[in-house]
């Protein structure tokens, strides 16, 4: 196994040129307002970023003006390199490419009630989960804020063209998101900030998932927001944990638990408690009991996501009956549980299974 990073927060290497997004609406004028021009031009510019406008579809700014703040505030960021589909056209993998050459990927998800995009937040991630693809490659860097927004902005624009939009954010794709804080944070802003200055989403509808970083979860809870929490627990015992998710050898299972409820308890957001279920290694009904003796009572949820299995690996999803017997057991204990369906399967766009390098073969 790999040693953990000392160090959560990555060094700005690799990280694109200033863009707007990156900026929240007083800064965005005052760059503007930099560039010689009135704060005004902050608002157009921005209303066509974020509805995915090209700088060709900027035409109430002239052509001089839009050619210039275009250079100083929209520097590309990511460019598609490919989309595949599976399940009918309801589930949509993107792979882009950044200014340097990293690849990352988000998943896009129709169902009858929302649409979902699933978002990378790093390139790669530092956090070693031995049963995730992208655990396995390690960190290669952080994306900045804008680069986390576009995924969703871009996703938005063509559901858009067809008359939907995208409702949901889960920050479940590549990467640690409480490892990249501020940007992460930023972006989350960016999703939530009415229009022109944002996407105008529901703070209901985004959910950041973690394993854990204990300190990143308190800064959280002092963030005034009202998003989502999910805890990859995917076992309710340290000496299990320390080997699934390694950050639990800083951070054990009653601490980051505590920490996580205690956000739920500031923001009234119920926590969701993933838990991948493995053939034999977190599945056996003590640990069913053990799960929900530490939840009892707790504003919780509990999403257990069947094992995708990741290439070379020799852990596999548990059997039907012993899911069920999972789920019965949560459940006649008063945990609110729900299994995951496995969408995005067969492109390698489920679960822990974004990984560039796959893709990219
Ligand atoms: N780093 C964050 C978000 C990324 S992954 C986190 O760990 O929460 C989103 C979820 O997918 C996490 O719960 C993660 O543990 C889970 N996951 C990763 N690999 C998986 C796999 N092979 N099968 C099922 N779930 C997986």
């Given at each position: 196994m790999r040693t953990l990073p000392l160090v959560f927060e990555a060094?700005?290497?690799?990280?694109?040129?200033?863009?707007?997004?990156?900026?929240?609406?007083?800064?965005?004028?005052?760059?503007?307002v930099e560039l010689g021009e009135k704060p005004f031009r902050a608002e157009q510019l921005s209303r066509h970023w974020f509805a995915g406008h090209t700088p060709e579809q900027m035409t109430d700014l002239p052509l001089a003006l839009r050619e210039r703040l275009t250079a100083a505030l929209l520097p590309p960021l990511l460019s598609p390199v490919r989309d595949v589909e599976c399940d009918d056209g309801a589930t949509r993998k993107t792979l882009w490419r950044?200014?340097?050459?990293?690849?990352?990927?988000?998943?896009?998800?129709?169902?009858?009630?929302?649409?979902?995009?699933?978002?990378?937040?790093?390139?790669?991630?530092?956090?070693?989960?031995?049963?995730?693809?992208?655990?396995?490659?390690?960190?290669?860097?952080?994306?900045?804020?804008?680069?986390?927004?576009?995924?969703?902005?871009?996703?938005?624009?063509?559901?858009?063209?067809?008359?939907?939009?995208?409702?949901?954010?889960?920050?479940?794709?590549?990467?640690?998101?409480?490892?990249?804080?501020?940007r992460v944070v930023a972006?989350?802003?960016?999703?939530?900030?009415?229009?022109?200055?944002?996407?105008?989403?529901?703070?209901?509808?985004?959910?950041?998932?973690?394993?854990?970083?204990?300190?990143?979860?308190?800064?959280?809870?002092e963030e005034g927001l009202q998003i989502t929490l999910a805890l990859s627990l995917h076992a309710p015992d340290d000496e299990l944990r320390n080997t699934l998710v390694p950050v639990n050898t800083r951070w054990p299972v009653s601490e980051v638990l505590s920490a996580a409820l205690a956000y739920t308890k500031t923001t009234g957001r119920r926590l969701s408690i993933e838990y991948a279920l493995i053939r034999d290694v977190n599945d056996q009904p003590f640990r069913a009991d053990l799960l929900a003796k530490r939840l009892k009572g707790k504003l919780v949820h509990v999403n257990l996501i069947p094992l995708n299995p990741t290439p070379g690996s020799e852990w596999d999803a548990s059997p039907k009956p012993v899911e069920k017997e999972f789920v019965r057991r949560l459940r006649a204990a008063g945990i609110a549980t729900t299994v995951r369906d496995t969408r995005g399967r067969e492109i390698a766009g489920a679960c822990g299974q974004l990984s560039a390098a796959e893709a990219a073969v």
């Amino acid at each position: 196994m790999r040693t953990l990073p000392l160090v959560f927060e990555a060094p700005k290497r690799g990280l694109p040129p200033r863009h707007l997004a990156d900026l929240d609406g007083p800064a965005r004028r005052a760059a503007v307002v930099e560039l010689g021009e009135k704060p005004f031009r902050a608002e157009q510019l921005s209303r066509h970023w974020f509805a995915g406008h090209t700088p060709e579809q900027m035409t109430d700014l002239p052509l001089a003006l839009r050619e210039r703040l275009t250079a100083a505030l929209l520097p590309p960021l990511l460019s598609p390199v490919r989309d595949v589909e599976c399940d009918d056209g309801a589930t949509r993998k993107t792979l882009w490419r950044g200014h340097d050459g990293t690849l990352v990927e988000s998943v896009l998800m129709r169902y009858t009630d929302r649409t979902t995009v699933c978002v990378s937040s790093q390139a790669g991630c530092g956090m070693a989960c031995p049963f995730c693809a992208t655990g396995q490659a390690g960190l290669t860097r952080n994306l900045s804020t804008a680069e986390i927004v576009e995924q969703v902005v871009v996703a938005n624009a063509a559901e858009s063209a067809v008359g939907g939009r995208v409702s949901n954010v889960v920050f479940m794709g590549m990467g640690e998101p409480m490892a990249n804080y501020n940007r992460v944070v930023a972006a989350v802003r960016r999703l939530i900030e009415p229009t022109p200055y944002g996407l105008g989403m529901s703070q209901r509808n985004i959910v950041v998932s973690t394993v854990g970083l204990v300190p990143a979860i308190k800064r959280l809870t002092e963030e005034g927001l009202q998003i989502t929490l999910a805890l990859s627990l995917h076992a309710p015992d340290d000496e299990l944990r320390n080997t699934l998710v390694p950050v639990n050898t800083r951070w054990p299972v009653s601490e980051v638990l505590s920490a996580a409820l205690a956000y739920t308890k500031t923001t009234g957001r119920r926590l969701s408690i993933e838990y991948a279920l493995i053939r034999d290694v977190n599945d056996q009904p003590f640990r069913a009991d053990l799960l929900a003796k530490r939840l009892k009572g707790k504003l919780v949820h509990v999403n257990l996501i069947p094992l995708n299995p990741t290439p070379g690996s020799e852990w596999d999803a548990s059997p039907k009956p012993v899911e069920k017997e999972f789920v019965r057991r949560l459940r006649a204990a008063g945990i609110a549980t729900t299994v995951r369906d496995t969408r995005g399967r067969e492109i390698a766009g489920a679960c822990g299974q974004l990984s560039a390098a796959e893709a990219a073969v």
